[in-house]
């Protein structure tokens, strides 16, 4: 999403903020399940089958959110011995990412888990895997073309949107506020995702007579959520409420914040990271909650791929075959349930 030699470090308030969403080699503390996958269950479909050959591809990991997919896709594929993971270089370049795949069609892998830098511009070589009898189980990013994957698994864009706005609509509402100062930090602007999370949530504030009075972009990087933060901090000298859609860039963003000084109003994030989840259970940030969109999608995504490639659907539903679209919901995570959720957390 960025460049990698972006994401060292900078400074804020004189001190350098380590800035990368997932690389730093010191994190905090690393939650249990950000690199292990649910243990399967005994019996049923988790019993060895026919031998596959699963191949991987997703952008490089300078997001802790992405780098938590890598790992949980890497883990749940070691808990099969009828497994054999394929992995290939991770990166930011649409035309590396469109060579790597190829390289995996060549080598007639038996599925493919694909996460996209951009489902648009991927489109045709996930067109191409299918028409060479490679199922392909398109991750998070959907491809514009049904034809182009098998299953899609994904989180809810639109109802983190949903869930933010219903917080804070509330919240506001509760409160007796009239005519909030609502303003919402973006990922990237032109991903269909981010503009379903921005329409869920201002779908959700209109049914509290509120609407979004500033929003900016930060490309999913901790050093512009910490410059976009202080533009709006500048700009509005009093705000009643903020949306950040991803808690990564959000550590750029509290740290603004925090350099500001400003605390009168509250904050909602996005993904459900553990750096997030650690400052919403402290009690003493702005931070209030989050609104998920879990990493652990990746495991589901290499248990679909393995199913579909041994011809078996899911054991716990009366189809024989594994469903085409699978979303995820979004939860909303406070103080009063954060311990729940700490477990599945990922570093930023």
């Known amino acids: 999403m960025t460049e990698k030699v972006a994401r060292r470090g900078f400074l804020v308030g004189g001190a350098v903020l380590l800035a990368t969403g997932c690389t730093s080699n010191q994190p905090a503390a690393q939650p249990s399940a950000q690199s292990a996958a649910p243990a399967p269950a005994a019996g049923g479909n988790d019993q060895p089958g026919t031998k596959v050959v699963i191949g991987f591809s997703a952008p490089a990991a300078d997001h802790g959110w992405i780098a938590a997919i890598a790992k949980n896709a890497e883990a749940a594929a070691k808990q099969y011995p009828d497994v054999e993971f394929k992995p290939v270089e991770p990166t930011n370049d649409i035309n590396a990412q469109i060579s790597a795949v190829e390289s995996l069609i060549a080598a007639k892998v038996n599925a493919l888990v694909l996460l996209p830098n951009d489902g648009q511009q991927l489109n045709q070589i996930a067109l191409q895997a299918t028409g060479a009898g490679i199922p392909v189980i398109n991750l998070d990013r959907v491809f514009p073309d049904k034809l182009a994957y098998r299953t899609w698994i994904g989180g809810d864009n639109y109802g983190m949107g949903v869930a933010a706005g219903h917080y804070i609509g509330k919240k506001l509402k509760d409160k007796g506020v009239i005519n909030p100062v609502i303003v919402e930090i973006q990922g990237i602007a032109t991903l269909p995702l981010t503009q379903d999370r921005s329409k869920g949530f201002a779908d959700a504030l209109k049914t ?18 910490n410059k976009v933060a202080a533009n709006l901090l500048q700009a509005h000298k009093k705000i009643d409420a903020m949306w950040n ?9 509290l740290a603004a914040i925090k350099e500001a000084g400003r605390n009168e109003f509250f904050m909602v994030g996005g993904a ?9 259970q402290s009690g003493n940030s702005v931070l209030e909650a989050t609104v998920t969109y879990s990493p652990t999608m990746a495991s589901s995504a290499v248990k679909l791929a393995r199913l579909i490639a041994q011809g078996k659907g899911m054991s716990d539903l009366v189809e024989n075959q594994v469903p085409q679209s699978i979303t995820l919901a979004s939860e909303t995570i406070t103080k009063e349930n954060v311990q729940k959720y700490l477990p599945l957390g990922f570093e930023s």
Request: hydrophobic residues 35%; glycine residues 14%.
């Open 272 to 280: 459900g990271s553990a750096n997030a989840m650690r400052e919403i």
């Open 245 to 253: 859609h991803d808690d990564d860039q959000g550590v750029g963003v």
């Open 208 to 225: 509290y007579g509120f609407s979004v009075t500033a929003k900016q972009d930060a490309q999913f990087t901790v050093e512009t959520g």
